[in-house]
């Protein structure tokens, strides 16, 4: 009898024409390193009396299909995860390389259906209206450069052969932190211990009675940009900004050799002003919590731009 393993697991991206229906074509094979994605169902105990000490049967509550992905960030697939979060980007350029630019502000994001397949047992899941809630991901020295996409979907669909046919695939062409560079205002920020970057769509799920228990959909609110930023307390540039109330502009930018690269680029931060701390001989570290908000010029939080030889997305 096979047994499922993470190491033939497949995961297959389609976006969506009419949300919570499947493409019928146009998949991509993703990477990923694990997934949470899933459908659940609880069972609600009986408040029944009278028939002894005994309990009756439970009663099926609601279906809740929702989850993580954690997935590598490249110079390719990132895109479609960057399409998720902002909506379709507007790319530049006659040949390659081509500049995608996504934005944040968008009130329409698109519907994704995702599949993820165990070959040996066979079982192959396909989740339809997949909206992206959340991306983070964090930047420090070393280790793997990863981000997490925090999905709502609207369902499940368990098959025996694959829904997603032959998916496109992508050649992989990682990041990693030693491609990564910080800037705060056009200049080199320096100190820094590690960043963590979250944008969040902040879903409202439309939770209607339905007899088959799935949601109606999932719409965007207000977004949300958070993050921590840990520094070597070497100077007071940003506590004095903390102090001032001023916003400034942070890039996360990561550049491959061959060309290809990836820029996040928050054009107003806002810090809170930190506590200071000496905790010991070692060096004094400052903590920023900080929040973005919409810019005066350019006219949005955030822009994430993606370099590579793709076409579009």
Not at 109 to 131: D, H, K, N, Q
């Amino acid at each position: 009898m096979a047994r499922a393993q993470g190491a033939r697991a497949q995961m297959a991206l389609g976006f969506e024409t009419v949300y919570g229906t499947p493409p019928v074509s146009g998949f991509t094979k993703m990477p990923f390193a694990s997934t949470s994605l899933g459908s659940e169902q609880p069972l609600l105990n009986s408040e029944l009396l009278g028939y002894g000490r005994d309990p009756l049967a439970p009663i099926k509550d609601s279906v809740t299909a929702d989850g993580d992905v954690v997935v590598p960030i490249d110079a390719k697939a990132f895109g479609f995860w960057l399409k998720a979060a902002f909506g379709d980007p507007s790319t530049t350029g006659a040949a390659a390389p081509y500049s995608h630019k996504f934005q944040s502000g968008s009130w329409t994001l698109p519907s994704m259906s995702i599949e993820t397949g165990m070959p040996e047992v066979p079982r192959f899941a396909m989740y339809s209206g997949c909206v992206l809630d959340q991306l983070s991901w964090q930047v420090q020295r070393s280790g793997l450069l990863t981000a997490t996409a925090r999905l709502v979907a609207q369902g499940e669909t368990i098959a025996t052969l694959s829904g997603a046919g032959t998916p496109a695939d992508l050649a992989l062409q990682r990041f990693g932190h030693f491609n990564g560079a910080i800037s705060r205002n056009g200049s080199a920020l320096g100190n820094v211990v590690s960043a963590e970057i979250t944008y969040a769509n902040n879903l409202d799920r439309i939770e209607t009675i339905r007899s088959d228990g799935k949601i109606d959909g999932a719409d965007p609110s207000i977004a949300a940009l958070t993050g921590r930023i840990e520094v070597r307390f070497a100077d007071s540039t940003l506590v004095t900004q903390a102090i001032n109330g001023d916003p400034c502009e942070i890039s996360f930018a990561y550049v491959l050799p061959s060309g290809e690269s990836f820029t996040f680029t928050v054009h107003a931060v806002y810090l809170p002003r930190p506590r200071i701390e000496i905790s010991g001989p070692q060096g004094v570290q400052a903590t920023f919590d900080w929040q973005a908000a919409k810019a005066a010029s350019p006219a949005r939080m955030c822009t994430a731009t993606l370099i590579n030889d793709i076409e579009g997305y």
